[in-house]
């Protein structure tokens, strides 16, 4: 497979950098702000050394893709996505940088909540049950496998951690945080985003297990914010091969975590180097599931 070259950092010539996070770079422009996807990777909370051709314009792209989708249940922080609407200084090298992994968004006041959705067991959730019986705070019927879908969707928010692991929390926490009606309307509007979306990727062959979202208030008036429905965002599995009773092979970084769990390393920095092979079959499992979203191909 041919790559194009990955991008670790992104540095503009008249435009300065706001904020590095893990995968995205932001750029602050006033009222908006550039988010820019780049190519890293990070798992176990520590970014890896090596970066992922295509994903970050896999994770912007999609992202994009699904806020057009969704704006009938919630509006979102988007302006646009076309670098040639962005009315910024860049060079035509920048801008071939950032055709596809960008977007120019609203600047909000965000919401401290990751709202997340599962619609199946695993991952934590697995692990919650397995351990307690119940998904966190919530009680679930007994003798479910991993992976066994759930009785109906569940909200099961998390702390939304500046670094180290998000850590779960109860919704009537949520609650104490930002008040009934706030609390009410991002777990009814998480669970109808979801719900909109695991039906439309369940008939093009794939299921949406879990994901989560992030809200910002703009305007008085909330709106979905960061990326939606990214396979690092959320957990696709591909429905023919789906069968309850342990780990389901998936579209994200998954693959990435069982190579490093292999490995000599205890999680801290630095991570070990990717192997050539690790990354290919990343960024094959990246451009699938982008084309099996959208129904296009990416390159």
């Not at 806020?67 to 609407?85: A, L």
């Not at 351990?131 to 992976?147: A, H, R, V, Y």
């Not at 994901?211 to 990326?227: C, M, Q, S, V, W």
């Amino acid at each position: 497979m041919a790559f194009v070259e990955a991008y670790r950092e992104i540095k503009l010539q008249n435009i300065d950098l706001f904020k590095r996070g893990k995968v995205r770079d932001i750029f602050d422009l006033g009222e908006n702000m550039l988010m820019v996807a780049s190519d890293r990777i990070s798992a176990f909370d520590v970014v890896l050394p090596n970066a992922i051709p295509h994903k970050g314009a896999v994770l912007n792209s999609i992202s994009d893709f699904w806020f057009n989708k969704t704006r009938g249940i919630i509006k979102n922080h988007i302006i646009t996505s076309s670098v040639d609407e962005f009315n910024l200084p860049l060079t035509n090298d920048e801008k071939n940088i950032l055709r596809g992994r960008s977007s120019l968004v609203r600047k909000g006041d965000m919401i401290e909540v990751e709202c997340v959705v599962r619609g199946y067991l695993d991952g934590s959730g697995w692990r919650s049950y397995r351990e307690t019986g119940k998904l966190f705070d919530i009680s679930l019927p007994g003798g479910l496998k991993q992976g066994d879908k759930l009785p109906e969707p569940l909200f099961t928010p998390t702390t939304k951690a500046s670094s180290g692991h998000d850590e779960s929390i109860s919704f009537d926490q949520v609650v104490k945080q930002v008040g009934r009606d706030v609390a009410d309307f991002v777990k009814n509007k998480s669970i109808d985003l979801y719900n909109m979306a695991h039906e439309e990727v369940y008939q093009k062959g794939l299921i949406l297990a879990d994901t989560k979202f992030e809200f910002t208030y703009i305007d008085g008036e909330i709106r979905l914010a960061d990326e939606i429905f990214t396979p690092d965002s959320s957990r696709y599995w591909d429905r023919e091969s789906y069968k309850p009773g342990g780990p389901q092979p998936s579209f994200d970084k998954q693959y990435i975590r069982d190579w490093l769990s292999e490995q000599d390393w205890d999680k801290t920095p630095p991570a070990p180097e990717l192997p050539p092979e690790v990354i290919e079959k990343s960024v094959e499992k990246y451009l699938e599931v982008y084309k099996r979203v959208t129904g296009t191909s990416l390159v």
